[in-house]
């Protein structure tokens, strides 16, 4: 096992909430799924009209449709999480302010896709998505201030 001092440990410290994401991002594709196959064998509907252009979508109910937006949403802002993450590993500028605000994002994540995904109250979601961006927007100001003003 290799060693790391204590700079490499706050380095690293930064992929704990960037595999967390990168979890729950799997977690909410198997239960996408999940939903989708009890749909398909509950209801019994000819495959021809699940396949057709919004066919799917048009003809399940919001339990089987929120998982599928919400694996969308989790390729929307998260992909600027991850790619934010990855350069400050590599401009080795992880602190722990930068980690304590990843897992603030990770954890209103977490809350949006929760809500989402079971009784989908839109605006419990939306305060859990602009807390999330709100972390991750300070991140990011915080390193361009950095950038253009050090």
């Given amino acids: 096992m290799a060693r790391y001092n204590a700079h490499d440990q706050q380095q690293l410290a930064i992929f704990g909430p960037f595999f967390a994401t990168i979890l729950l991002t799997i977690i909410v594709w198997v239960y996408m799924y999940i939903r989708r196959i009890h749909f398909f064998q509950t209801t019994k509907l000819p495959m021809e009209q699940l396949t057709r252009a919004g066919g799917l979508a048009r003809l399940s109910p919001p339990g089987v449709n929120n998982p599928s937006d919400n694996l969308k949403n989790l390729f929307e802002v998260p992909i600027l999480f991850y790619a934010f993450s990855l350069y400050l590993?590599?401009?080795?500028?992880?602190?722990?302010?930068?980690?304590?605000?990843?897992?603030?994002?990770?954890?209103?994540r977490v809350l949006h896709s929760s809500i989402h995904c079971t009784f989908n109250h839109i605006m419990s979601r939306f305060y859990c998505y602009q807390l999330s961006c709100v972390a991750l927007f300070f991140m990011i100001f915080r390193a361009m201030l950095a950038h253009f003003f050090s």
Wanted: aromatic content about 36%; overall charge negative.
């Fill in 89 to 108: 590993f590599v401009t080795t500028q992880v602190d722990a302010t930068y980690v304590f605000a990843s897992w603030i994002f990770f954890v209103f």
